[in-house]
Every structure is written in structure tokens, then in C-alpha cells.
């Protein structure tokens, strides 16, 4: 996470990374065009409010079925004229112009995840009647990506830290992990201190509504992921005229998420720790379907984190894995689902024989430390946390003990994902200026359709129930399966999404779908369903 380098210098351990943003003059970190932005009268916009753009929109330079450009926007809305960042834009054109809807927003998960990557990656596997007849467009929301992106602690330090934290830190961890957090708030604060507080998601969108008046369009189509689902919320919340259709996959409680944290973590570290419990209750059924744990998945998965945090094993990057590894892949590979478990089991047998190769010991890359550094700063500046540290040891502690698997490394682990952020969180000293305040209602707003996974160990289901009864004009769709989101995992749920973007036509309320793809039942399953890759932390978000 660079910041823009006109706004923020760039931190030791970055240049590489930094070299490729500044090729971006002309070519963009992932090669997408660069082109100039024009400004047109403040006029042009809401009176007082800031100068609307007009991007000078050119064919990227991967892919000329894309088109990129840069578009400058306010740093800080109360001054609209005073110093900007610059966000990375993208769109695929409708392909028939003569149908054109407008424009459907795709909006990723994270907070850290690419915009940009996000349309490019999923374009292709959207059904035809979204590319058919909406511009798909997508942005590198500010501070991520190649949108003046920001550093807190650099590759090596943040290497060191993963490097060193423990599959089973014991309980002592939690004095560690206060720790680590506050140096890691002190980095933050030494190298971005006077952006950080502009990151956050209320900020987001306002810029998703510059972009629309940019884009020309009066109501703008919206499909968010993950927490492109609470920027969904946000934005609707407070532009509700301005949504035509919107729908919200894997969906955040924006009342617990920003105003009752604590509430909102537990749940996250449950629905994780009995996700990862299910996939080894599998394996203790099926020993010959999993290939891991001979009848007792649970205890061989604890013997495993042991072994690992007492001998780590060496990868092919030449980085050592231990207990604490396996825990982070884990950690983001289980989203895929039941699609996923076999290679699981696969991989975790590679990892007893210590094969460096296995996929679940693949350690985080530097790329991952972009992602991560984001994910907790805009999340510190989006959530309030009590200032009481015994609170914040009671509550920590508390999901540690209760989410056994996974829990005590995350927990006890240094700033990485969602729900271990309480102790950098309770320690931020950044002012909270881009937060959003509002009721989360979206009063006023056309119909927003939740998409809900009972089994999500993300985003738990309950999140989806509870925001689709907050919304005023909401509507739930259940999906019964494992893994996060629906969209892209479930036929069923995917064409109750596109009939509501393209048609206006919303699924009967109560409405569930049940077609999660199971490779746990066919006979081979377990070497064919593959790898997941690195997780969505190393690469665009998969939707299918």
C-alpha cells in the first residue's frame, strides 16, 4: 500500500514496487494505459461541492477490450479544492449499445482488493446479458492498488513478523500481539499519518459518486463482494436516489462492523473456526476421500501445527513455513467452499511430509502485505473500538479460546485480516475523518438484494439477515452451502442476481438455493478438484 508519491514518501523495502508506479506515467503497475485527465468548471458538479472530472479514456495496454484511465479526485471532501490523489479506473463497454442499461459497478472485497483486477479477472465469466448491456466498470478505491496507495511497516517487516508468529502462540500471545500492533500503528502513523485519514469507506463513496457524474449517468447499477458489499451499503446510505439496481453478495452488519466491533469479530472468528471444523469432520468420516488425519483429522491437524512451529519447512521462495502459515492459508482458501476440501486434504498430507510445495504452506508475498495493510488501516479508520485495554484482552482472549483451530494464530497473530484487527484498532491514534455515520437504512432506495451463505466463514450469514432487515427496501436470498459468497458458486443464486441488474426483478421473498457443487462425492474428487491458487489476498477476487 504506496501512497501517491507526490503525498507520501516511499518507505524502505518498497522501491521495487514503487519503480513499477511510476512507470505507471505511462504504463500502470499490472500494464494499463495511463492517460491524462481533464477538468471541466466546479460548476459542472453540485454547487460548492468538487470539480467533476473527465476521463480521457484510452484501450489498456494488456487488453484493448478494456478501457483505463486515471480520474483525480478530493483528498479530503470538506476541502473539495484543496490537495488530491488519483484513482485507476476501468470499463468494458456494453456490448450492445442499442440495449445499454448504463453503468454496473463491480466492487471487491477486501478492504484491499483491486478494483481495476477485480473487472478485469471476472469480465469474461459474467453472464452475457450483464456484458451485453451494461459498461462493466471498476476503480481502485483510494489507497489501494494503483490509486495512491500507502506503507505501514515494509516487505521485510512485515515478512519478519509473519515469519516469527507461531501456529500456537500459547498465552502469552496476547501481550505479543498488543505489541506488534502498536509498532504497527506507529509505522502506519510515521509514513502515511496524513492520508490514513481519508481512507476510509464513507470517503469511497463519495469518489464512487464523483465517478458517476464523471461516467454522465444519473443512477448507477452495483454488484459488491465481501466488503464491496459495505461500500454498497454506504453508498447507497447516502446516495439512495442514486441506485438503480444493487446487489450485495456476502453481505457485512454495518451497525456491528462499524459501531459494535467486538459484537461483529466473534461471530467472524466462529463462523471460521467451524468452517475449518466441518472440512476435518469430513476427513475423520472419509479418511480415503480426505487423504489427511487416519480417522482423527482434528488431533493430526494440532500435531501438524506443532510439528511445523517446531521444525518449519522451507518453500521453493526459499522462505521457511511453519504452524502459523498453514493457519493464514487456511484462513483464506476455505471461502471456496466444499469445492476446495479434497485439495485440502491433499495438500494438508503434503504439509505432514513436509512437501514445501504444498499450497497451504505457501507464505504470504509482498503483494499480500499490500492487501493486509490496507485491510487494517481502512478498517481502524472505518470501526470504533472501546479505548479499554482489559476489555480488549477479555474480548480477544475470549475468541481465541472459543475458536480453537484457527483462533489462538489469529488472534495472537500481528495485523493481518478482519477479525484480528482489535489490538491495532483499540491502539489507532488517527483521526476517523472518512467514516461513515449514517443509519444504513438507505431511505428512499431502489430494492437491494443481500445475498447470504449459511455456511460463509467470511462474512457470517447472519450479517446478510441482519442487513437485509436494516435496509429499508431490502430482499434476502439464501444460499445453503459452504464458503463465501454466492454469486459465483451458485447457478441458482447467480441468475436471481442478473434477472434484478438487467430486469429489475426481484427473487420471491424467502427464496433459497441449494446447488453448491460437492466434489466430496465423487470417487476421485480429492485429486482432481486442484488447487484454489493463492488465495483472493495474492490475486484479483474470483465471482466464478
Known amino acids: 500500500m504506496r501512497s501517491d508519491r507526490r503525498m ?13 508506479w511510476v512507470r505507471g506515467v505511462g504504463v500502470v503497475a499490472a500494464g494499463l494505459s495511463v492517460v491524462g485527465v481533464g477538468v471541466v468548471p466546479a460548476s459542472a458538479g453540485e454547487p460548492g461541492g468538487p470539480v467533476v472530472p473527465v476521463p480521457d479514456w484510452a484501450a489498456c495496454v494488456q487488453d484493448a477490450a478494456f478501457e483505463c484511465a486515471n480520474v483525480v479526485v478530493p483528498l479530503d471532501y470538506r476541502e473539495p479544492g484543496g490537495r488530491t490523489l488519483t484513482l485507476a479506473v476501468i470499463r468494458h463497454r456494453a456490448v450492445d449499445s442499442q440495449r445499454r442499461l448504463g ?100 470517503y469511497v463513496a463519495r469518489d464512487l459518486d464523483l465517478l458517476r457524474q464523471a461516467l454522465g449517468e444519473r443512477r448507477l447499477s452495483f454488484y459488491g463482494r465481501s466488503f464491496g458489499s459495505f461500500v454498497g451499503t454506504v453508498y447507497a446510505d447516502r446516495y439512495p436516489r442514486r441506485v438503480r439496481a444493487m446487489v450485495l453478495d456476502g453481505a457485512y452488519d454495518p451497525v456491528r462492523y462499524a459501531s459494535r466491533p467486538y459484537a461483529y469479530d466473534r461471530p467472524q472468528y466462529l463462523a471460521l473456526d467451524a468452517a475449518m ?58 471461502n471456496e467452499g466444499k469445492a476446495i476440501w479434497p485439495a485440502f486434504g491433499a495438500a494438508l498430507r503434503q504439509a505432514e511430509l513436509r ?110 439477515v441482519a442487513l437485509a432487515e436494516r435496509l429499508d427496501n431490502g430482499r434476502l436470498l439464501t444460499f445453503r452451502a459452504e464458503g463465501h459468497t454466492a454469486f459465483g458458486r451458485s447457478a441458482c443464486a447467480k441468475a436471481a442476481a442478473t434477472a434484478y441488474l438487467s430486469e429489475l426483478r426481484l427473487p420471491p421473498r424467502g427464496s433459497v438455493c441449494a446447488d453448491e457443487v460437492d466434489p466430496t462425492t465423487t470417487p476421485g474428487a480429492a485429486r482432481s478438484a486442484g488447487v484454489a491458487g493463492p488465495g483472493f489476498d495474492e490475486g484479483y477476487e474470483r465471482i466464478g
Request: glycine share 12%.
Open 103 to 202: 453503468v454496473l459497478v463491480m466492487q471487491p472485497g477486501g478492504p484491499g482488493n483491486s478494483g481495476v483486477d477485480f473487472v478485469r479477472g471476472n469480465y469474461a465469466a459474467l453472464p452475457a446479458e450483464l456484458r451485453e448491456r451494461f459498461d462493466v466498470f471498476g476503480f481502485d478505491a483510494r489507497g489501494i492498488g494503483r490509486s495512491a496507495p500507502y506503507e505501514c511497516w515494509d516487505d521485510a517487516r512485515y515478512a519478519e513478523e509473519v515469519g516469527r508468529s507461531p501456529g500456537h502462540p500459547g498465552a502469552a500471545g496476547f501481550e505479543r500481539a498488543v505489541a506488534t500492533a502498536r509498532d504497527f500503528d506507529a509505522a502506519c502513523a510515521a509514513k502515511a499519518g496524513d492520508v490514513l485519514p481519508f481512507m476510509g469507506t464513507d
Open 8 to 20: 507520501v514518501g516511499a518507505g524502505r523495502g518498497r522501491g521495487r514496487r514503487r519503480a513499477l
Open 355 to 464: 512437501d514445501g510445495t504444498a499450497f497451504v504452506l505457501r507464505p504470504p508475498s509482498a503483494a499480500s502485505f499490500d492487501f493486509l495493510t490496507a485491510n487494517v488501516a481502512v478498517e481502524c479508520v472505518d470501526r470504533v473500538y472501546p479505548r479499554d485495554p482489559a476489555e480488549l484482552e477479555r474480548n480477544v482472549r475470549a475468541n481465541v479460546r472459543d475458536a480453537p483451530l484457527l483462533g489462538p494464530a489469529i488472534g495472537f497473530g500481528p495485523p493481518t485480516y478482519d477479525h484480528n484487527h482489535a489490538p491495532a484498532c483499540v491502539q489507532w491514534s488517527g483521526e476517523r475523518v472518512s467514516r461513515h455515520q449514517g443509519s444504513y437504512r438507505a431511505r428512499g432506495s431502489a430494492p437491494i438484494l443481500v445475498l447470504g451463505t449459511t455456511g460463509d466463514p467470511d462474512t457470517p450469514y447472519r450479517d446478510a
Open 277 to 334: 471444523g466441518r472440512f476435518l469432520d469430513w476427513c475423520t468420516s472419509d479418511p480415503a476421500g480426505c487423504g489427511f488425519g487416519a480417522g482423527d483429522a482434528r488431533g493430526a491437524f494440532a500435531r501438524l501445527i506443532d510439528e511445523l512451529d517446531a521444525h518449519p519447512v522451507a518453500t521453493p521462495s526459499g522462505a521457511l513455513a511453519n504452524g502459523y502459515t498453514l493457519v493464514y492459508r487456511l484462513m483464506f482458501n476455505i
